[in-house]
């Protein structure tokens, strides 16, 4: 079992930076797949970053290559969403996820097994 909880979030204008952590539990989530995904109002949840075990491998979706950064920390158990140039188009709720596979490559909701409550994101403009 994993449990997620994200933290970060809050209200901020166009162009400016916030970074997101989520904190997970268990001992082997150094061994685990994390992602981010997030979903605005009305709209579905959509994927927006992963990173392997190792953190080394990740992925980013096209519509934040280049303003947003995954990355992890084993020893703290934490993996970490820093957003840059914040547009109003990224406003949503950004929660976390986490699956066994330690080198999964998924975008889709269902393929991750564990989900965190989320953090709300609003960018003003």
């Known amino acids: 079992q994993v449990h997620l909880v994200e933290s970060g979030g809050g209200l901020v204008q166009a162009g400016g930076s916030l970074r997101l952590s989520c904190a997970a539990s268990?001992?082997?989530?150094?061994?685990?797949?994390m992602a981010w995904f997030r979903q605005a109002p009305g709209k579905d949840r959509e994927f927006v970053a992963l990173?392997?075990?190792?953190?080394?491998?990740?992925v980013h979706a096209e519509s934040v290559k280049g303003r947003f950064t995954i990355s992890r920390d084993n020893a703290k158990n934490t993996v970490y969403l820093q957003m840059n140039s914040l547009k109003p188009e990224d406003t949503a709720v950004y929660y976390c996820?986490?699956?066994?596979?330690?080198?999964?490559?998924?975008?889709?909701?269902?393929?991750?097994?564990?989900w965190g409550q989320g953090t709300q994101v609003t960018v003003s403009s």
């Open positions: 990173i392997w075990w190792n953190g080394v491998t990740t």
């Open positions: 996820a986490a699956d066994p596979d330690p080198r999964k490559v998924a975008t889709r909701t269902q393929d991750y097994v564990y």
């Open positions: 268990g001992r082997t989530f150094s061994s685990y797949t």
